[in-house]
């Protein structure tokens, strides 16, 4: 059987760290997940909210380096709760126990350099390498191409 959940979306609000007892860190948080397809008499598309929860250095990542408005990308499986309210109702809740989390965009809205569907591969710190003048994603080789076995 397999349980196994990837979402992207927007926080909805800054992550809540709390530890448990024995010192263990928790993170809840939700995200805004858009969904594929519109409404059929609209045409806008609808959006979930769903609820996150990450442990230990997860958790703390999470805590530390996203906040609300933040695209993440989730990685992690689904859990069902059963649990009962202040006046003794059964009550279920779904949510995502969070094993990844990544970031979806890149830090500074709008800067795009280096950076590759929000997945910012270089450190901030050094250079992206140049892109071709031509304006496209590839470049030319100059080296003699005919020993390629493809």
């Given at each position: 059987?397999?349980?196994?959940?990837?979402?992207?979306?927007?926080?909805?609000?800054?992550?809540?760290?709390?530890?448990?007892?024995?010192?263990?860190?928790?993170?809840?948080?939700?995200?805004a997940?858009?969904r594929?397809?519109?409404?059929?008499?609209?045409?806008?598309?609808?959006?979930?909210?769903?609820?996150?929860?990450?442990?230990?250095?997860?958790?703390?990542?999470?805590?530390?380096?996203?906040?609300?408005?933040?695209?993440?990308?989730?990685?992690?499986?689904?859990?069902?709760?059963?649990?009962?309210?202040?006046?003794?109702?059964?009550?279920?809740?779904?949510?995502?126990?969070?094993?990844?989390?990544?970031?979806?965009?890149?830090?500074?809205?709008?800067?795009?350099?280096?950076?590759?569907?929000?997945?910012?591969?270089?450190?901030?710190?050094?250079?992206?390498?140049?892109?071709?003048?031509?304006?496209?994603?590839?470049?030319?080789?100059?080296?003699?191409?005919?020993?390629?076995?493809f």
């Amino acid at each position: 059987m397999l349980n196994h959940i990837i979402l992207m979306g927007r926080l909805t609000r800054d992550p809540e760290l709390r530890h448990t007892g024995s010192g263990v860190a928790v993170a809840s948080f939700s995200i805004a997940v858009d969904r594929d397809f519109g409404n059929r008499e609209t045409g806008e598309k609808e959006t979930d909210f769903i609820d996150i929860v990450a442990w230990r250095n997860t958790a703390e990542f999470v805590s530390k380096y996203f906040t609300k408005g933040r695209m993440a990308v989730v990685s992690g499986r689904l859990q069902i709760r059963n649990w009962t309210d202040k006046e003794g109702n059964k009550r279920r809740s779904a949510e995502v126990v969070a094993d990844n989390v990544y970031f979806g965009d890149s830090k500074r809205d709008g800067d795009s350099a280096g950076s590759f569907g929000g997945y910012a591969p270089f450190p901030s710190d050094t250079a992206a390498p140049a892109a071709p003048a031509s304006g496209s994603d590839f470049a030319m080789l100059e080296e003699d191409d005919s020993q390629l076995p493809f």
